[in-house]
């Protein structure tokens, strides 16, 4: 009993679903009891024990790959079963969103993958998803692996590195950013040093995933013994695959309320202090300039010559007049 596929594209399909009349193979992954999902093997042949578990292709950004998808129902009656794509999101087609897979049938669905021509190199992870009966039925999923070719480059950076107080200690926060067009497992390492030295090293430590190209993911580390009183540098770093490498800083000054407030005193006092040492200092100054400005004024000097020039005719005249009665004695 031949069946017939209901193509989504209609006319424009890549290619059509096939079926061939056979029993269903030992070698088959079923879902549930009626009927399974798996790659076909190449050139035609029914499955195998040697048959691959998962889809494999590879191509440059810009190729078209495909390859098919076997459904066999070795039941007693006619499965209806949908497909789609998944983790790979517009670049896989599927020939038919939806075949009929009549008993004791199997059905060849190809499908094709499109690689951008600006995909960045590097692997790539999705699946086909076949179920039937609805939300609640059986489903099957066939993995699809897929590579990009070409030139990689492995980049990572650290960024907006931040450290606060919080309770008792301190948090420090940061970012790794992917640069490059590869996934990254970072490795992430931390240090501090304060004025007497280092008071804090976490050794490199892998984080939890993978970071694809492009992404950014921000992270927060708990600092519960962080000094109370010093003035410490930050470091993080990161390091993955490839030579990537990443380094940022920074600065965290941690004084108590009461110190704080202590220094604040201390340096209101001194300003103020300064302050009124400047401003004395200032009206000294002016005092000295009018004192000099004043004795040496042009007036003040020659006021002063005549009354000491006349001071000295005084006494001349004196001397003269005492010195008359000897002269009228000598005539």
């Not at 009966?133 to 931040?162: C, F, I, K, N, Q």
Request: glycine share 14%; charged share 20%.
């Amino acid at each position: 009993m031949p069946f017939r596929t209901r193509a989504a594209v209609g006319a424009a399909v890549l290619a059509t679903a096939t079926a061939v009349l056979c029993p269903a193979p030992a070698v088959a992954r079923p879902a549930a009891p009626g009927w399974s999902a798996a790659p076909a093997p190449g050139g035609g042949a029914r499955p195998g024990a040697q048959d691959r578990p998962y889809f494999y292709l590879e191509g440059a950004p810009g190729t078209v790959l495909s390859d098919r998808l076997s459904l066999a129902n070795p039941s007693g009656r006619t499965v209806t079963v949908r497909l789609r794509g998944s983790g790979t999101g517009s670049w896989l087609r599927l020939a038919a969103p939806e075949v009929r897979v009549p008993a004791r049938t199997r059905a060849a669905v190809p499908f094709t993958v499109t690689v951008p021509r600006g995909a960045a190199p590097g692997s790539r992870s999705g699946a086909i998803v076949a179920s039937s009966g609805g939300t609640t039925g059986p489903r099957d999923r066939v993995p699809v692996h897929l590579r990009v070719t070409g030139p990689t480059l492995s980049a990572l950076t650290v960024e907006s590195v931040s450290v606060r107080a919080s309770g008792d200690g301190a948090v420090i926060r940061y970012a790794l950013v992917n640069r490059g067009n590869t996934v990254l497992r970072p490795r992430v390492a931390v240090r501090a040093d304060g004025v007497l030295g280092e008071v804090l090293r976490r050794p490199a430590r892998s984080l939890p995933g993978g970071l694809r190209p492009g992404r950014r993911v921000e992270r927060t580390e708990k600092w519960p013994d962080a000094p109370g009183l010093d003035a410490v540098k930050v470091a993080v770093t990161a390091t993955a695959e490839g030579g990537a490498y990443g380094s940022a800083t920074a600065g965290y000054t941690a004084i108590p309320w009461g110190a704080a407030a202590a220094a604040a005193a201390v340096a209101a006092a001194l300003a103020v202090g300064g302050r009124v040492f400047l401003l004395r200092k200032r009206r000294a100054r002016r005092a000295g300039g009018a004192e000099r400005g004043a004795g040496d004024r042009p007036g003040a000097a020659r006021t002063g010559a005549p009354e000491r020039e006349l001071a000295g005719t005084g006494a001349g005249t004196g001397t003269g007049s005492e010195s008359a009665p000897g002269s009228g004695a000598r005539a």
